[in-house]
């Protein structure tokens, strides 16, 4: 009986053809592209724009938001306002916001877009000076 050749001796014997060798070349090709944009963090050029854009608008946003908390508070009547704005609806502190013009950069007609929101949440985790009573003369 003969003996059947180890496993070491059948690699080592192995020779593909070349559809083997095409066919394995294109599967390993598919598995490192899904590899990569499921795991590897690859994104189209489409997604990395629209990343992009996302990226400003926040960083534009944030920048007027800090504009506009700077403005509320240097405000000569800046307790009084602040007064009002808590007393003002959660849904409509925003709209207090925009129609006060805080959030309006200098230069620039429109208000930033979601910088009423943030400055709203930032006013609101932020301790302004009471409001002083008028003193009569």
């Given at each position: 009986m003969?003996?059947?050749p180890g496993i070491g001796a059948r690699w080592e014997a192995y020779r593909p053809s070349k559809a083997v060798?095409?066919?394995?070349?294109?599967?390993?090709?598919?598995a490192t592209i899904v590899i990569g944009f499921?795991?590897?963090g690859w994104v189209t050029?489409?997604?990395?724009?629209?990343?992009a854009s996302a990226a400003a608008d926040n960083a534009n946003a944030k920048l007027a938001a800090a504009f506009c908390v700077n403005q509320f508070e240097k405000s000569p009547d800046a307790a009084a306002k602040f007064a009002s704005l808590k007393k003002t609806d959660s849904w409509e502190r925003d709209d207090f916001i925009t129609k006060g013009g805080?959030?309006?950069?200098?230069?620039?007609?429109?208000?930033?877009s979601g910088a009423a929101?943030?400055?709203?949440q930032q006013l609101m985790s932020t301790k302004l000076p009471p409001v002083k009573a008028a003193v009569a003369g």
């Open positions: 003969a003996e059947r060798w095409f066919w394995s070349c294109i599967a390993c090709v598919i499921t795991w590897g050029g489409g997604t990395a724009a629209q990343m805080w959030v309006t950069l200098p230069g620039v007609k429109e208000p930033i929101d943030l400055c709203v």
